[in-house]
């Protein structure tokens, strides 16, 4: 009898879990269903443009510096802090590739790698003075935004310096090779596409089985299922339209794989949890055992890294070093961090609501610039979502 009554009760309670996990999440699915809004309404006015291969593989391009610094500034937001100084680094430390690249001919690995460490070092001077020093993060970043900025000055003399070498510029520019051998599509991208779909679809399906048979809280496999359908099916119309043109971007390839580290960082990692718990309350976190300066210090080393990387793939995209290179970008990084959900309190945020608001603002920028809407109108629209978003968290918290 009790069997009965468990197998008669199932759908209502399904039902209510549906519902729940809907709401608990509204947060994240309202922005990629705003995204997908977005470009459905930019895709009407364009007349098509916006989702032709070869705007896609633009949008990819213009925006992957952009997500790959997101990645970065969502740890530091999380952890209750914020870096203005992102841009100016990028910026410093594409100035610095090009003049070992091409002022004193050095390989482009070693020179990339030099960079690397460069920006690993702005990161742990700017965290050093912020963690140990309790000196207000926004205070030290500004200060790094203007210093930075004056040395990308001093470094490349005010001039431009280029172009690199071919092959460092295969970095921003270069395309996956297609062994293959498609003729009107690039076979190797479209299968890459369905084995990243395939390989997403079974990690999720695998982490909902583990928590049912643990009995922990898992989403209605109807849910999951529709999610995850049209999640895959998303994934390998992307790869499709990309290979319609010349394929899956290098640097395409660069950035998912930062996005899929990052978030196994976040979800699955002892320090991904702590970085959380700072972010949440700092006090209790340290009371807990949690050494929240060290912590706070490696977000900050992690951010230098990252514009490091973004640095190098947008002067490798310039195929030159100008003294104005990632001016603004810092507005654009942290602008994708709040609009895909972090708080600006700390303690919330995830990697692909980063990556979502990253994009929503690239198609905005973009779908504006298609529509030859002028850059001061951009501007104003982009501070108008960037307010809205806030005030929506900030009204949940509250509610």
Same mark, same amino acid.
């Given at each position: ?5 468990n ?5 209502a ?6 519902s ?13 269903? +705003? ?36 990645? *970065?500034?969502?740890?530091v ?13 990028? !910026?410093?430390?594409g ?14 690995l ?24 309790r ?22 003399? *005010? ?12 970095? +921003? ?15 190797? +991208? ?16 695998r ?12 989403e ?7 999610k ?13 339209? %990309? +290979? ?26 002892? @320090? ?20 929240? /300066? ?9 951010? !230098? ?5 973004? *640095? ?5 995209? %310039?195929?030159? #070093?100008?003294?104005k ?6 507005? /654009?990084?942290?602008?994708?961090c ?15 609501? #980063? ?16 529509? !030859?809407?002028? @850059? ?12 809205? #978003?806030?005030?929506? /968290?900030?009204?949940n918290?509250?509610?």
């Open positions: 009898m009790n069997t009965s009554v197998v008669a009760a199932r759908p309670s399904e039902k209510v879990a549906i729940t996990v809907i709401k608990k999440n509204l947060r994240e699915y309202g922005m990629l269903l +705003s995204l997908a809004a977005i470009m459905i309404f930019f895709e009407i006015k364009t007349d098509g443009t916006l989702l032709q291969p070869l705007n896609l593989t633009n949008l990819v391009l213009q925006n992957s510096y952009i997500v790959i610094m997101a990645l *970065g500034m969502l740890l937001i999380v952890a209750g802090h914020i870096d203005l100084s992102v841009g100016s680094v990028a !910026g410093f430390i100035g610095l590739a090009a003049v070992l690249m091409v002022e004193y001919h050095w390989h482009y070693p020179a990339a790698l030099v960079c690397l460490v460069a920006g690993a070092a702005i990161g742990a001077l700017q965290g050093y003075f912020v963690a140990f020093h000196i207000p993060s926004f205070i030290v970043t500004l200060g790094g935004m203007l210093v930075f900025r004056g040395l990308a000055l001093a470094l490349l003399e *005010g001039q431009s310096v280029g172009p690199f070498p071919p092959e460092f510029q295969l970095l +921003s520019s270069g395309f996956i090779p297609d062994p293959l051998a498609g003729e009107s599509v690039k076979t190797t +991208s479209v299968v890459l596409g369905c084995l990243v779909a395939a390989g997403l679809f079974y990690s999720a399906m982490e909902r089985n583990n928590k049912v048979q643990y009995g922990a809280s898992a209605p496999l109807v849910f999951f299922a529709i995850h359908a049209l999640f895959s099916a998303a994934i390998i119309a992307f790869a499709y339209l %990309l +290979s319609s043109y010349k394929g899956l971007p290098n640097v395409l390839i660069v950035m998912f794989g930062l996005m899929m580290f990052f978030d196994f960082v976040t979800n699955r990692t002892t @320090i991904g949890r702590r970085v959380y718990a700072l972010g949440g309350n700092e006090k209790a976190a340290r009371l807990s055992g949690i050494k929240t /300066d060290r912590l706070s210090f490696y977000t900050f080393v992690n951010m !230098g890294v990252l514009a490091a990387i973004a *640095g190098l793939i947008f002067a490798a995209r %310039l195929n030159t #070093a100008t003294p290179a990632g001016v603004g970008f810092e507005l /654009d990084v942290i602008a994708a709040f609009i895909g959900g972090a708080s600006a309190t700390g303690g919330v945020g995830k990697v692909m609501g #980063a990556v979502i608001g990253a994009f929503v603002m690239g198609v905005m920028n973009n779908g504006m610039s298609i529509l !030859g809407i002028g @850059i001061d109108w951009q501007q104003v629209i982009k501070g108008v979502v960037l307010v809205a #978003a806030v005030f929506v /968290d900030v009204y918290k509250n509610k």
